[in-house]
């Protein structure tokens, strides 16, 4: 199993940036395909962006232009870049990591808060 913990978030102005990091407890961590998530109050899960351990990747359309994923395998990391950031991106962002290789497998961080508020 991988556990995953999120750190970064915190409360930010409209505009304002933030970089949200995940850090995997699995050597090999390559194998997953890493994402964000989000989840703010009264509403579904969401996904944000995801990116696979060659590189590609997949954003949802409110957040194209302004959020960037990135992973660093030797670190078993993977990064949240988020620029100019709207009240609507406020939520719980949770990192996930999803292996489809010799079985399926889908693991969760617990969380961390982004509130953007003036």
Same mark, same amino acid.
């Given at each position: *199993? ?12 409209? $505009?304002? +940036?933030? =970089?949200? +990091?995940?850090?995997?407890? =699995?050597? #090999?961590? &390559?194998?997953? @395909? ?5 989840? %703010?109050? $009264?509403?579904?899960?969401?996904? !944000?962006? /995801?990116? /696979? +351990?060659? $590189?590609? /990747?997949?954003?949802?359309?409110? !957040?194209?232009?302004?959020? /960037?994923?990135?992973?660093?395998? %030797?670190?078993? #990391?993977?990064?949240? *870049? ?14 996930? %990591?999803? =292996? @489809?290789?010799?079985?399926? %497998?889908?693991?969760?961080? *617990?969380?961390? *808060?982004?509130?953007? &508020? &003036?």
């Amino acid at each position: *199993q991988v556990q995953l913990v999120e750190s970064g978030g915190g409360l930010v102005q409209p $505009g304002g +940036s933030l =970089r949200l +990091s995940c850090t995997a407890s =699995r050597s #090999t961590f &390559s194998i997953y @395909t890493m994402g964000w998530y989000r989840q %703010a109050p $009264g509403k579904q899960r969401e996904l !944000v962006a /995801t990116i /696979t +351990s060659g $590189g590609s /990747t997949n954003y949802a359309d409110s !957040v194209k232009g302004r959020f /960037t994923i990135s992973r660093e395998n %030797a670190k078993n #990391t993977v990064d949240l *870049q988020m620029n100019n950031l709207k009240p609507e991106d406020t939520a719980v962002y949770y990192c996930n %990591a999803r =292996r @489809t290789i010799h079985f399926t %497998a889908n693991y969760w961080g *617990q969380g961390t *808060q982004v509130t953007v &508020s &003036s």
